[in-house]
Nanobody
């Protein structure tokens, strides 16, 4: 069983950058597609980005496309979310998720594993 622990959140000014990390325990990290979601205060959780098991495919929510990138290092059992040009509306708790399938992460389907989240606050 893989467990997920996020880190890298914090306070940043608008226009700044942060890199989130999600470290996974267990030996089967490369068997999982990985991704990120976020939940802003008073709002529902929303899809941010996903990456396939070998890192060859990625896709992003329209709201972050061109500003965020997702990558993974299977040797380190870690997935990253590089966030640039941050806006106050990016303020949220960011969650890492894992699922054997890369398909339909933005479609609201059940995903197998979730981390506890890390808070990102972007000040104006």
């Amino acid at each position: 069983q893989v467990q997920l622990v996020e880190s890298g959140g914090g306070l940043v000014q608008a226009g700044g950058s942060l890199r989130l990390s999600c470290a996974a325990s267990g030996r089967t990290f490369s068997s999982y597609a990985m991704g990120w979601f976020r939940q802003a205060p008073g709002k529902e959780r929303e899809f941010v980005a996903a990456i396939s098991r070998n890192g060859g495919r990625t896709y992003f929510a329209d709201s972050v496309k061109g500003r965020f990138t997702i990558s993974r290092d299977n040797a380190k059992n870690t997935v990253y979310l590089q966030m640039n040009s941050l806006k106050p509306e990016d303020t949220a708790v960011y969650f890492c998720a894992a699922d054997p399938s890369y398909v339909s992460w933005s479609g609201g389907r059940h995903l197998e594993l979730w981390g506890q989240g890390t808070l990102v606050t972007v000040s104006s």
